[in-house]
């Protein structure tokens, strides 16, 4: 089964979308997208998400903690 993850970028609010499959964790979403794992926090409705987690949420907030120049 694929899976679709919606990440709001902050600051900035660019949108992305992550598509992978079942098991995938945020770690591998991060990885696609280009970030730096170390470099971001996960956020879902508020509550921050552990990067090693199989993804299951449709929507995450992906908070930046360092440059990305």
Do not use: W
């Amino acid at each position: 089964m694929n899976i679709t993850l919606t990440c709001t970028v902050l600051p900035g609010n660019e949108q992305l979308q992550y598509h992978g499959a079942e098991g995938d964790t945020f770690e591998d979403a991060l990885l696609a997208l280009g970030f730096i794992p170390d470099t971001v926090l996960l956020f879902h409705n508020g509550i921050s998400l552990p990067q090693d987690k199989p993804i299951e949420e449709d929507a995450v907030e992906i908070i930046l903690t360092a440059s990305r120049g």
